[in-house]
């Protein structure tokens, strides 16, 4: 059985010798898959992948095409949070039958689409990611997961309902109208390229707003800067602090992050399956 | 009549040679105001002026001291998070009847004083602006307030109640147990060091926090990263956006800024006084 996979770009455009490669690695090893870039991932308006209407359109226009099965996100960057509500508001029915996948800035979609039960958002590498070293692995990973095939997700689910979101994702998201309810969530994050004291700061932020949530598990926190003095503390120490002083559960580490290994996690209610 | 002063760091710690000039400075044309700087100022542990402990029982004898009339902020950086919910339930009378200021970072204690109606909040220079190209003179404006001498605020202040921040610094606390009530507010707001799609991103949070706000006033954004493509739009442009699609009024600029001109606004109601 054929499985349509439409890739779109809500933040930053995708190289088109990136999609290339990630097409010949689907039509070499998954010919059951059928994947069809947007045309609008290529486009470019200054930061964008095109101006807010054009990805907004394209990405309504293969969420509400019946034809497709999963939406993957091409990149992230910045600018999903510009069209998410539009978007979860113009998804008609044929979107709710829909994986919607990818992570960091369109972690914004996943977070909208999961508040308004639509769809299957699952946290999990983007197309973009066949540039990493290891990337090619990234993209079978996430085409085993979308044509259903056994695939490893991420080792700690249980039972528990659990999301997974950048850091500054979740941070942004917190208490505007696209953040869905984390109540007895286990909640993972993971981030890249901010300083320490930043992860600190966001961890305050994001602690005061999931109180209730059954826990913190914490991804990798990759390529910190440098700073003009040592923080003090590692990443796990601030996670730590952050959870006990508004007592949310820390529950160990996560798989996720920005990398090659950056495991998938379905968001709501998983068992480990493989 | 004599204005004692304190300077306390809730975040990262200030250089000895830019208290002295401070002090230089406050000796030679302020004798009616007396300095003090508490020796927190000058602790390191990791990035901070001493650890949470220090920092807070710093702010918290100097807040509750009735021989202090102002606490002065010698530094922001980062930190004050790890302390405002804890300060502030430690204030007792006699830090009602004080002037609290400084902005960045120390944005939050101002926030967190504001929201429990705890003495006077003001955004103004630290101390260890000083160093700045004209620091002198964001010094002396400082002083001459505290002092109560005639001092120029920010122009644009009227009969409308403010508060000025730094953007990162209320997009973390919005939302969280330190955040005032902003409604009917001026908000004004500035950045420094932060790409103008993270002054978009934040924005988006900022905003989705503030409705019911009069509305927002952009202070200057500086030392903008220069990012692997252009933005596509100005910082003014950005908040033209969010302030139109969250429906606040967008008020123009502010006179606010990580700079020596960097204009002394105190929260609630004012009259431009001179």
Not at 14 to 29: F, G, I, S, Y
Not at 67 to 91: E, L, N, P, S
Not at 132 to 160: H, I, N, Q, T, W
Request: aromatic share 8%; proline share 5%.
């Amino acid at each position: 059985m054929t499985t349509r996979i439409a890739i779109v770009c809500p933040g930053k455009p995708l190289r088109q010798e990136r999609a290339d490669k990630v097409l010949a690695l689907a039509v070499a090893e998954f010919p059951q898959a059928e994947l069809a870039f947007h045309p609008q991932c290529f486009l470019e308006s200054g930061h964008f992948a095109g101006d807010d209407e054009t990805r907004l359109a394209a990405l309504l226009e293969t969420a509400n095409d019946p034809d497709v099965d999963a939406v993957w996100f091409g990149m992230g960057g910045y600018g999903a949070c510009r069209i998410a509500g539009d978007a979860v508001a113009g998804m008609r029915e044929a979107a709710r039958s829909k994986t919607y996948l990818g992570y960091s800035d369109a972690g914004t979609i996943l977070g909208a689409l999961y508040r308004e039960g639509i769809g299957k958002p699952v946290h999990g590498p983007l197309a973009g990611d066949i540039k990493r070293e290891g990337g090619d692995d990234a993209v079978r990973r996430v085409l085993r997961y979308l044509s259903g095939k056994p695939v490893e997700l991420e080792a700690g689910l249980d039972d528990r309902p659990t999301a997974a979101f950048n850091l500054m994702t979740l941070a942004m998201l917190a208490g505007t109208d696209l953040m869905p309810d984390l109540t007895d969530h286990v909640v993972m994050v993971e981030e890249v390229a901010e300083h320490l004291y930043a992860v600190d700061r966001l961890f305050f932020h994001i602690t005061q707003h999931l109180k209730g949530a059954a826990g913190i598990r914490l991804g990798r926190v990759s390529a910190v800067p440098e700073n003009d003095r040592p923080f003090g503390s590692t990443a796990e120490d601030i996670a730590r602090y952050w959870c006990e002083k508004s007592a949310i559960r820390y529950l160990g580490r996560a798989d996720i992050g920005h990398d090659s290994q950056n495991a998938i996690v379905p968001f709501g209610t998983n068992r480990k399956t493989t």
